[in-house]
């Protein structure tokens, strides 16, 4: 034997040694979560029972982060300890988690990024269909998008709060990573044709006109739409994403495309119920002030006195009248915080309307 096959042999012996200590772990603290679900469920008998709770598990991944001894990074030790979490979860009560589809979407990949790979991750085909499908319990959470770096607010989640009573439980941002794809039958010089969502397209333009100018662009209704499309049809290309390509089975001709490197996008976790302060937490808000002079002013005053930071404020049409506006404001804090509470309650003296949409985690990972 060799001197590297004997170093080799002592080295993978520990690795064996060791991974059998971590297995030891893994399944203690997994009967560790069944016994937490029996207690969940004794003292609540006859209640729906929440076995997510988000808070927790955000304290439980920003310890792992800050406590990490290396030499993996806090963030891929979160990872593993993400997906450690989820197992135990899906022990205490498998998850189903609507998102907006189809599989293979940015979507799919932010709701995995939150709630790890143990969960069952159910595809709809539009946003109002994640908020029916978590109203009517079907689903446990839904998972959509609702802002990009790069193209901004997405409307349609926004209003879908002014009617929904579902709550946001949870945030998970995602980088955005676009690359050009196509079947290995199709060879590049043949390429007429590029599917991807109409957003994908706007972020990619300047690399497009720069490297594939006079190819049609073809907008349609998701980017593993694209992929699928890009599967079947020999001679086109889609732009999509690496879940995309690997469920369609595509290769990379140019990967990274997007024109700005930080594209990233924001997902809301939404259902049914409120989340406690976990520490770290942020809330939002959907507010309509009456319209007369000093109106925006009278509604931020109260955040500034207090000395809470707004992280966003968003003006959308109101569904009750002509020029009539709704600010949808995300800070920082819990509703729970008495000087959060005493803010709103202010607002809440002002306002027409002003519905509380949650309080949740600052994303961790
Ligand atoms: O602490 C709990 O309430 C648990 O159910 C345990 C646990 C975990 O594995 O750490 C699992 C699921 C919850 O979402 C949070 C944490």
Redesign the pocket.
Known sequence: MSDEQTKLGELRDRIDGIDQQIMDLISA?AR??QE??EV?MTYNPGADVF????E??AQ?LRRIKEQNPGPLSGEEMARLFRE??SA??AL?KPMHIAFLGPAGTFTQAAALKHFGHSVVSVPLAAIDAVFREVESGSAHYGVVPVENSTEGMINHTLDMFMSSPLKICGEVQLRIHHHLLASAETREGEIHRIYSHQQSLAQCRQWLDANRFGIERVPVSSNAEAARRAAEEPGTAAIAGDMAAELYGLEKLAGNIEDRPDNTTRFLIIGRESVGPSGNDKSSILVSMRNKPGALYQLLEPFHRDGISLTRIETRPSPSGTWAYVFYIDFEGHMEEPKVAKVLAEIDEEAVELKRLGSYPVGVL
Request: proline share 6%; glycine share 0%; with cysteine.
């Open positions: 603290r560790c979560a937490v679900a969940k076995f997510y709770r988000p927790r598990e439980v450690i979490m135990c979860l205490e």
